[in-house]
């Protein structure tokens, strides 16, 4: 049954409101933000140009950028990559913060400029590398390239949980390695 009320605002205007018992008639809204959900890049970046569209990309979603900078001959990049993904999509860490996206850079590739390229100006300086961008900047005091501490589950899940809470605020970072202010 559906119910209809009139009313006359400033002596000119009116609306009708209509109340109906059908709960289809009525819709849900919540008031807290919706939890982000991780996204995995399943393509490495292999290209300069590539890795710049996921920054510009994930700065204007303001969902912090994670990388984990690889070779193709790396041993531990290879026990590493799984446990990140495995924290970032099967147990989705960061999604409670914001969320994250995640992507590996295979240094070696010839379209990466060589390990004096890219890898130096972001300050890679040892494999496997985790690197998170926000707002297209490195977070180069974050980044984390001790073999223990890439290793380390608990570690990694704090790790994420951090650079996940970011969501386009920065800090910690900058380019040029943060010379130049931040």
């Given at each position: 049954?559906?119910?209809?009320?009139?009313?006359?605002?400033?002596?000119?205007?009116?609306?009708?409101?209509?109340?109906?018992?059908?709960?289809?008639?009525?819709?849900?809204?919540?008031?807290?933000?919706?939890?982000?959900?991780?996204?995995?890049?399943?393509?490495?970046?292999?290209?300069?140009?590539?890795?710049?569209?996921?920054?510009?990309?994930?700065?204007?979603?303001?969902?912090?950028?994670?990388?984990?900078?690889?070779?193709?001959?790396?041993?531990?990049?290879?026990?590493?990559?799984?446990?990140?993904?495995?924290?970032?999509?099967?147990e989705r860490v960061g999604e409670e913060q914001?969320?994250?996206?995640?992507?590996?850079?295979?240094?070696?590739?010839?379209?990466?400029?060589?390990?004096?390229?890219?890898?130096?100006?972001?300050?890679?300086?040892?494999?496997?590398?985790?690197?998170?961008?926000?707002?297209?900047?490195?977070?180069?005091?974050?980044?984390?390239?001790?073999?223990?501490?890439?290793?380390?589950?608990?570690?990694?899940?704090?790790?994420?949980?951090?650079?996940?809470?970011?969501q386009g605020s920065g800090g910690s970072g900058?380019?040029?390695?943060?010379?130049?202010?931040?």
């Amino acid at each position: 049954m559906i119910e209809h009320a009139s009313r006359k605002l400033y002596g000119h205007l009116s609306f009708r409101a209509a109340a109906s018992s059908s709960p289809l008639a009525y819709r849900s809204f919540s008031t807290s933000p919706a939890m982000l959900k991780n996204r995995i890049y399943p393509a490495a970046i292999r290209r300069e140009s590539d890795l710049e569209s996921l920054t510009l990309m994930s700065a204007s979603t303001r969902i912090p950028l994670i990388t984990l900078w690889t070779t193709n001959w790396c041993g531990i990049c290879k026990t590493v990559s799984p446990l990140v993904r495995q924290l970032i999509e099967k147990e989705r860490v960061g999604e409670e913060q914001g969320g994250v996206s995640y992507v590996e850079v295979e240094m070696d590739s010839p379209d990466m400029g060589g390990i004096g390229g890219l890898p130096m100006r972001y300050g890679i300086n040892s494999i496997p590398t985790l690197l998170s961008f926000d707002r297209q900047e490195p977070q180069l005091e974050t980044k984390v390239s001790k073999l223990d501490e890439l290793k380390n589950k608990e570690f990694l899940r704090r790790w994420i949980e951090k650079e996940a809470a970011r969501q386009g605020s920065g800090g910690s970072g900058g380019r040029f390695m943060g010379l130049f202010g931040r």
